[in-house]
């Protein structure tokens, strides 16, 4: 199965690979590359953030999801983004759609449960959404996250 151009800019950055690099070797725009590796830098930064917040010394099941997941998201945001280039703020708002990929197909299509669902929800609008504190959207996610390791725990 061929990759993804997302997927081969993570391909890439992982091996160390400049975005000026990147940009010759794959012949995409410097915008792409710079929001790639954005995105992953994030998602990665966020989670282990909430991983040291809520004291985990050891790797979890659930962190390795997370981790499995962000690999993934780079093959669904191509898919994506033809489906949602026109702005709808009702039915499709922009900041549920940054990236390439509306975050309720990428929700359904991982098969999500209500907590984590909302866990991807309120990081992938943070700082996005207008007139609204990316910091409470972290919050938001931090306190369903918390929700579904409890959870886990118990079970």
């Known amino acids: 199965m061929k ?17 000026d690099e990147i940009v010759k070797k794959l012949k995409v725009s410097r915008q792409l590359v710079y929001q790639v590796a954005r995105k992953t830098r ?5 989670v282990k953030k909430v991983y040291e917040k809520v004291g985990y010394t050891k790797p979890s ?11 993934e998201v780079g093959k669904l945001f191509s898919e994506a983004y033809e489906k949602y280039k026109d702005d709808d703020t009702v039915n499709h708002p922009p900041h549920y ?12 299509a991982k098969d999500l449960n209500y907590r984590l669902g909302n866990v991807v929800k309120y990081v992938s609008r943070a700082g996005k959404k207008v007139n609204s504190d990316p910091l409470e959207d972290l919050k938001k996610a931090q306190f369903y996250l918390t929700r579904e390791i409890a959870v886990r725990e118990r079970a």
């Open 42 to 46: 994030e998602n990665s930064e966020f």
């Open 97 to 108: 759609r940054a990236g390439g990929i509306e975050t309720i197909d990428f929700i359904e």
């Open 61 to 71: 099941k659930i962190l390795e999801a997370v981790e499995e997941t962000n690999k």
């Open 3 to 19: 990759k993804t151009k997302t997927a081969r800019i993570q391909d890439l950055l992982a091996q160390g690979k400049s975005q």
